[in-house]
């Protein structure tokens, strides 16, 4: 079993910048790719980011390109998501996201509860 902790989440003007993290209560961060995922009201999920074990190898939305970063640290056993430029639409439920395989290339299994990002006008 995974466990995934999100926190950073918040509320923020347009324009602002918030940084989301991802810990593991387990040792996960072995051969786990990782992942975020949002989900705004009445919407579907939308896979914002994704990154490698290694690290080496990471994907970005086109909503996101340019504004979002994903980044990792194994040895703290933590990813994060920069999010800078931040629009209103960005306002949803962010999940962090791991999947058994070091390419974040596939269906990711285990996720956590959410942090909730609210952007203002």
């Known amino acids: 079993q995974v466990w995934l902790v999100e926190s950073g989440g918040g509320s923020v003007q347009a324009g602002g910048s918030l940084r989301l993290f991802c810990a593991d209560s387990?040792?996960?961060?072995?051969?786990?790719?990782m992942g975020w995922v949002r989900q705004a009201p009445g919407k579907a999920c939308e896979f914002v980011a994704a990154?490698?074990?290694?690290?080496?190898?990471?994907f970005h939305a086109d909503s996101v390109k340019g504004r979002f970063t994903i980044s990792r640290d194994n040895a703290k056993r933590q990813i994060y998501l920069q999010m800078n430029r931040l629009k209103v639409e960005d306002t949803a439920v962010y999940y962090c996201?791991?999947?058994?395989?070091?390419?974040?290339?596939?269906?990711?299994?285990?996720w956590g509860q959410g942090t909730q990002v609210t952007v203002s006008s």
């Open positions: 990154i490698s074990w290694s690290g080496d190898d990471t």
């Open positions: 387990e040792c996960i961060f072995r051969n786990n790719a």
């Open positions: 996201a791991a999947r058994n395989g070091k390419s974040w290339r596939g269906l990711f299994e285990s």
